[in-house]
């Protein structure tokens, strides 16, 4: 079993930075799968970004400026979120996958102004 912690999230103006952090209840080194999901209003789950055996990945719409990263000493998965929009305004989920199981955040919301 793996308990997941987000923080980070709060309201900033568009241009702004934030830095998301994940930190799990055990270490993370090893893990299959670390990522960040959004959920918008009304919008379906999508994928930001995620590690997958060392590779990083993002989505079209964060690449250049969103950086996923983890600390495996601190077990702890980031995302520094950099040049933020309205349209990035969601609630934000850390997922891991480990041991042929995924695990869940409960979510930690972001709202960039305009």
């Known amino acids: 079993q793996v308990q997941l912690v987000e923080s980070g999230g709060e309201v900033v103006q568009a241009g702004g930075s934030l830095r998301l952090s994940c930190t799990g209840s055990r270490i993370i080194l090893g893990f299959d799968v670390l990522a960040w999901y959004r959920q918008a209003p009304g919008k379906q789950r999508e994928a930001v970004a995620s590690?997958?055996?060392?590779?990083?990945n993002y989505t079209d719409a964060v690449k250049g400026r969103f950086t996923i990263s983890r600390d495996n000493a601190k077990n702890t998965v980031s995302l520094q979120m950099n040049s933020l929009k309205p349209e990035d305004t969601a609630v934000y989920y850390c997922y891991v996958y480990f041991g042929g199981k995924g695990y869940w955040g409960q979510g930690t919301q972001v709202t960039v102004s305009s």
């Open positions: 590690i997958i055996t060392g590779s990083t």
